[in-house]
């Protein structure tokens, strides 16, 4: 009987923290043991080595249902590099608990390519979502107190734009009143929650700098509106202070490992889709404070965490990208090219030359970034020679670098090529497509003509109407951070392959004044994921001895 990942994981020998902290010689006063294999480091006593590592975002094509192994790639590049004799490190996000009981699963690699310990990472790890959701849970309550006693800053309960959240997949949630039961209960009012990935203080965590910046960032966060129309902060609710004090070690990077006993931060965990996709700047910075080389990770593909990267998180932390993996299967190239998921295992060159398009705009996109990316091709057993010989012939007609992958059998020893490659390709010189100087609709079509390959932008009466109010708070010089459906480059998931002359549909535009951004709302794209007819939930189980089965 083959073994699972959790079987893989759990039959390893993790080594202590300590040790794997002494391989970035990260001292003890800025390590906070949480038990014997993970730990929360403080980048304030992380000592200056006099240089910074080199960045290496890990992106993917289009995801499918036949998977396509992004983040087993890069542990096993981090890995390969290791053995390859580099001082390297991981920097990746924390799993959601929502996926992890829903329909994705277990978020720490696979095979013998995982950060451990993989049962702890992928449910309540160091607790970090914990605090974000009792923050963000904290202020709600605040602001309804607030309207219930007085309501000294005139907040129209109607306008109230702050949601709960919870990590859980509960599309009941999606719409809710609160206040029923009389004036001792509160002012009754219609809201919804959000998952915990896609909240604000997720991505206020993912985008701090420090304690000081996080609470300036809380205080920043608007909850709602006055009657007279004008925005109300956190601020002005004295809210910031206990917010922070909730957040003060939730802020701080967490290191683990890999199977391969390289240094790992896993940290911050804002979904790619709905919010903007990629590890927190704390622990990519100590990284990069810590190793030569850091392989980090943006969710989905180039149109959502690596655009989100380029244009988001690197333009607020200064970050300079070094190199850029695309990690493809062959598998997913023919799903693009029409073939039916029951069909994937079948030889079908035909197919794979039709979905390669898919492949080819990623390519393309990173270029747009100032980067030259090396695709990853994410081997599976069902791969034919065929195949595999098409698609290298594919690499050198179109002029990328391509390197076969194997780490989910063999772990870092699997990703020795891809990681020659990377490394023979390191530049610098990375930037973003668009300057938000340019204003929120020119950030929108920029992205939407240059990356999905768009026709148009349509907005809704809603958006019209959010954009207006945008420009009169003077929040139209923002960051966009547009949430697109991950399946396709359009916003119609089933616009399978590279679709041209499309149109983008913006319905919603929210600021997020305490992250730096607006969120775009498009297409049908929702907050709130709910549960698959059969959640992976139902495979989860412990035994009296305390192992666990089904985490994938």
Not at 198 to 222: C, F, Q, Y
Not at 456 to 483: H, T
Request: one cysteine or more; a negative charge.
């Amino acid at each position: 009987m083959a073994l699972t990942d959790v079987d893989i994981a759990q039959d390893h020998t993790l080594e202590p923290i300590q040790d794997i902290a002494a391989k970035l010689d990260i001292p003890a006063e800025a390590l906070h043991p949480y038990g014997t294999d993970k730990a929360k480091v403080d980048p304030t006593k992380l000592p200056d080595r006099g240089k910074k590592g080199k960045l290496v975002l890990v992106t993917g094509i289009s995801p499918t249902p036949a998977g396509e192994g992004k983040s087993t790639v890069l542990i096993g590049l981090a890995d390969a590099l290791s053995r390859l004799g580099h001082r390297a490190a991981a920097a990746l996000r924390e799993p959601s608990q929502g996926p992890v009981m829903g329909i994705k699963g277990g978020a720490c690699g696979g095979g013998y390519s995982q950060i451990v310990p993989m049962a702890d990472i992928n449910l309540h790890f160091t607790g970090d979502f914990h605090a974000i959701s009792a923050a963000t849970n904290t202020l709600a309550a605040l602001v309804d107190n607030h309207i219930h006693q007085g309501n000294r800053l005139n907040i129209d309960p109607r306008q109230v734009t702050w949601q709960r959240c919870i990590d859980v997949n509960d599309r009941a949630l999606r719409g809710v009143v609160t206040g029923l039961g009389g004036r001792a209960h509160g002012v009754p009012a219609e809201t919804s929650f959000t998952i915990t990935a896609a909240s604000e203080i997720m991505a206020v965590i993912g985008l701090a700098d420090g304690l000081a910046d996080l609470k300036e960032r809380l205080a920043a966060i608007t909850v709602g509106y006055t009657y007279d129309g004008e925005p109300v902060t956190a601020g002005e609710l004295g809210a910031a202070g206990a917010l922070t004090v909730l957040l003060k070690d939730a802020v701080l990077p967490n290191l683990v490992q890999t199977l391969g006993g390289t240094p790992a931060f896993v940290h911050g965990g804002p979904f790619a889709n709905i919010a903007h996709g990629c590890n927190t700047l704390a622990a990519t910075r100590a990284a990069l404070d810590c190793a030569d080389i850091v392989c980090t990770e943006a969710g989905f593909g180039s149109d959502l965490g690596a655009e989100k990267f380029f244009d988001i998180k690197s333009r607020a932390g200064d970050l300079d990208v070094a190199g850029t993996v695309v990690v493809a299967t062959i598998r997913s190239l023919k799903y693009n090219g029409g073939v039916d998921r029951a069909d994937l295992d079948a030889e079908d060159v035909d197919a794979l030359a039709r979905g390669v398009a898919n492949l080819e705009r990623h390519v393309e996109n990173i270029r747009h970034f100032g980067v030259e990316p090396v695709v990853a091709l994410n081997l599976f057993p069902s791969d034919t020679e065929a195949e595999r010989r098409w698609m290298a012939d594919w690499a050198r007609e179109f002029g990328v670098e391509l390197a076969e992958a194997e780490v989910w059998g063999k772990g870092g020893a699997g990703g020795e090529a891809l990681a020659e490659k990377v490394l023979a390709g390191l530049g610098e010189g990375s930037h973003p497509i668009y300057d938000p100087a340019d204003g929120v609709e020119n950030a929108i079509e920029r992205v939407a003509f240059l990356i999905y390959h768009a026709g148009r932008v349509e907005y809704s009466r809603r958006a019209e109407k959010d954009l207006a109010a945008l420009k009169a708070n003077g929040w139209d010089k923002l960051p966009v951070c547009i949430s697109k459906t991950q399946y396709s480059f359009s916003d119609d998931p089933h616009a399978l392959g590279a679709p041209e002359n499309h149109t983008l549909h913006v319905r919603e535009l929210v600021p997020r004044t305490g992250a730096g951004f607006v969120v775009a709302l498009t297409g049908d794209v929702m907050t709130m994921p709910g549960l698959p007819k059969k959640p992976a939930a139902e495979n989860i189980d412990i035994d009296a001895d305390g192992r666990i089965t089904g985490l994938f």
